[in-house]
């Protein structure tokens, strides 16, 4: 194992430290914690946006605090929910008075973690609501779509979320856009490596040099079917037509889409699939608002890549296309 | 240890030498989750029983039962976070609030701490016996000492062990449950669930504790 570290057990530490250091214009650090807050927060007469999770996925979740993004963000150890105290201290600390959205992707390490900081937060009579991220299609079948797990389309949710609170709506209505978008939003990942956890030093699973896994989990999950390599043309059409079977969109209908890299697939790569994809999608009948592609939601050094798409009306449109300005992601 | 039961100093120990046994294991751990995890189960272990020792080193020497095993939830769930993090974390506050007022956890006390453990796991995490999850475990070491009669702390302990191992065993067999590992289909089987198997891991740890301590 080669890591630009130093202590293995420091890493998601010293990774939101740096994050700190590094854009001090955007946000800073809560006090020792894994956890960083907007620069002028609290912003009162906003509801705040809190979003986190286990480390290892950067620049999610803590890259994307800032201006029309997240109010704050709890980062836990590398691959593990944030403990409630960090959640809740820091959903204080940038509480501008409207509720708190907890916005995280569906784990049951999150999940109850996140719920007991809810608890303390409410018995001090803050509201907060909830919404988990579950865009995941390999990991449960339709008809069970609330248990999916939570991947690249975090950071949708969190965009259209935020920009929600951005125009001063109310918890409720913020709550609304972010299930909306969670609702039509799906994703399949596929990994061709795994990824070392710094404080094991071993790859998380075995996967041979000449397969990919469809389906896999940002944790390394094991996926729906694993498959000899392919070519990027022949690997984007199994992967859209999974999207499309699963969201079923009708001809005419406006997405947006993002080609995620899982943190050592070149950006090249990750073109050369977008470029594969896009005609498919195209000649499903769909109109492309807005494509990302780029390392948004990585899973350490993994190899592959996830396409997510976001069913747009024109609320979500006008909420993905408003501006933003953080770490990770910035838009005009 | 005296006849009657585990002091409060002596659960202390107890808990390091679990800790020692739970670092131990690590590496093990570990690999049992990446068969059907996400790979960290091992290190989050060893982080939270680390935090708690530094804990219960620093704890004041007259704290009773009740604060010995409140401060070790509270430490081990401030220290992880993830899901074992607030399940065993839970339990182990749930174990202090069962002891309220005891100077010794006898077997009566450990047959309540056991119980304990298993309702407040029933209420945070929801899961059923057979959902491949630690409770398979918690339950099945309940279940073997619930009726066992007058049996010493170490013998009982001892049941308790072995029944949690059994239990955690047989996770291997099970499916996991509805939801979001449904999907993973057979490939669970064969691999038993981590969290089961740490639990059964602190249990015997208690009782080689017990045993190499008589008096």
Known sequence: MKKLINDPNSVALEAVQGLALAYPQYVMQLKELQAVVRLNAPIAGKVTVLTGGGSGHEPMFLGYVGQGMADASVAGNIFASPPPMPIYETAKAAHGGEGVLFLYGNYSGDVLNFDMAADMLKEEGIPVMTVRVTDDLASAPPEHREERRGIAGDLFVIKVAAARAEERASLEEVYAAAEKANWNMRTIGVALSSCIIPASGRPIFEIGDNDLEVGMGVHGEPGVSRQTMMTADKLAADMVGRLLADLRPKPGDEIAVLVNGLGTTPLCELMIMFRAAQPLLVNAGLRLCRTYVGNYVTSLDMAGCSITLMRLDDELRRLLLAPADSPALVQV | ?215
């Not at chain 2, 308790?160 to 955690?168: I, S, V």
């Not at chain 2, 047989?170 to 639990?199: E, I, Q, Y």
């Open chain 2, 1 to 215: 240890m005296n006849k009657g039961g585990m002091t409060a100093p002596e659960l202390r120990l107890c808990l390091g030498s679990v800790t020692e046994a739970v670092v131990r294991e690590e590496a093990h751990l570990t690999s049992l989750d990446s068969a059907i995890g996400d790979g960290d189960h091992g290190i989050t272990m060893r982080i939270g029983f680390e935090a708690l020792t530094r804990k219960l080193v620093s704890l004041d020497e007259n704290a009773d039962l009740e604060q010995v095993f409140g401060e070790a939830g509270k430490s081990f769930m401030g220290a992880t976070g993830g899901a074992i993090g607030v399940l065993l974390g839970a339990m182990l506050t749930a174990s202090g609030k069962a002891l309220s007022g005891c100077t010794e956890m006898g077997p009566a006390e450990f047959k309540r701490v056991l119980e304990a453990m298993e309702s407040s796991l029933i209420k945070l995490g929801k899961a059923k016996p057979g959902d491949k999850t630690i409770l398979d475990a918690v339950h099945a070491a309940c279940e073997a000492i619930t009726d066992s009669g007058h049996q010493d702390l170490l013998t009982l302990c001892s049941m308790a062990a072995a029944a949690a191992a059994k239990g955690a065993q047989n996770t291997a067999d099970m499916l996991c449950a509805k939801g979001r590992a449904s999907r993973l289909g057979n490939r669970v089987l064969g691999h038993p669930d981590p969290g089961a198997v740490s639990f059964s891991i602190v249990l015997e740890a208690m009782a080689k504790w017990l045993a190499s301590h008589p008096d």
